[in-house]
T-cell receptor, first 115, second 110 residues
C-alpha cells in the first residue's frame, strides 16, 4: 500500500514550457486535491475532484488545469509555465465524507522551479 | 470555514509536554477542529480532530474549551522528531475544501 505518490519529485522548467504532474493513490479514495505551498506560507488549494470525471476550482486555479480520468489518478497541468508558479506542489486524497471525518492523506510533494 | 489564529512559533524542551494553542472565536456549531502537522519538506500529516469533547489518540490530545472558541493540541512527551509546523483548521464535517493557514512552527530543543 503506497498511499499517495507524486511524479516527478523535482522539475525545472523554462518560462512558457508545459508539463503535467501526476498524482496516484491506491486507497480507493473518492476525493483528490492539488495544493501549492510557497515559502513561508500555508497550503493553498488549486483544484480538487470529488470523483472520477469531475473537477472543481479551488483558491488559486489560474494557470492550471486538471483531469481525473481514472479514480486513482489526478493530473495537474501547466500549459505555459511562469516564474510565479515556482512552488512545491502537494497532492492529497480522502474518503468520500458521509460523516464528519475526512482525513486527507498527502503525497511527498513535487518541487517545481520555473526560470 | 472559521478563521483560526495560532502563534507563529514555539519552543519546547525534549521530553516535556508541548501545548499548542489555537483561537477560533467565530467557529460555528457544526464545525470541527482538525490538527495537521508538516515536518520539513514533507506532505502534511493528520494528527487529531474533535467537535466538543476532548480527544486523545496515540499521537496527541486535543482540548477544546467549553465555548469552543479555542483549543489546545498537546504532545505529551515531545521528541526531536516532533519539530514541525502545526496547523489548526476548523471546518464543517464532510465539506471538502480545507484552508491551511501559516500554522505554528514548533521547535523541540534537546
Amino acid at each position: 500500500n503506497a498511499g499517495v505518490t507524486q511524479t516527478p519529485k523535482f522539475r525545472v522548467l523554462k518560462t512558457g514550457q508545459s508539463m503535467t504532474l501526476l498524482c496516484a493513490q491506491d486507497m480507493n479514495h473518492e476525493y483528490m486535491y492539488w495544493y501549492r505551498q510557497d515559502p513561508g506560507m500555508g497550503l493553498r488549494l488549486i483544484h480538487y475532484s470529488v470523483g472520477e470525471g469531475t473537477t472543481a476550482k479551488g483558491e488559486v486555479p489560474d494557470g492550471y488545469n486538471v483531469s481525473r480520468l481514472k479514480k486513482q489518478n489526478f493530473l495537474l497541468g501547466l500549459e505555459s509555465a511562469a516564474p510565479s508558479q515556482t512552488s512545491v506542489y502537494f497532492c492529497a486524497s480522502s474518503y468520500e465524507a458521509g460523516g464528519p471525518f475526512n482525513e486527507q492523506y498527502f503525497g511527498p510533494g513535487t518541487r517545481l522551479t520555473v526560470t | 470555514d472559521a478563521k483560526t489564529t495560532q502563534p507563529p512559533s514555539m519552543d519546547c524542551a525534549e521530553g516535556r509536554a508541548a501545548n499548542l494553542p489555537c483561537n477560533h472565536s467565530t467557529i460555528s456549531g457544526n464545525e470541527y477542529v482538525y490538527w495537521y502537522r508538516q515536518i520539513h519538506s514533507q506532505g502534511p500529516q493528520y494528527i487529531i480532530h474533535g467537535l466538543k469533547n476532548n480527544e486523545t489518540n496515540e499521537m496527541a490530545s486535543l482540548i477544546i474549551t467549553e465555548d469552543r472558541k479555542s483549543s489546545t493540541l498537546i504532545l505529551p512527551h515531545a521528541t526531536l522528531r516532533d519539530t514541525a509546523v502545526y496547523y489548526c483548521i476548523v471546518r464543517v464535517g464532510g465539506y471538502q475544501k480545507v484552508t491551511f493557514g501559516t500554522g505554528t512552527k514548533l521547535q523541540v530543543i534537546p
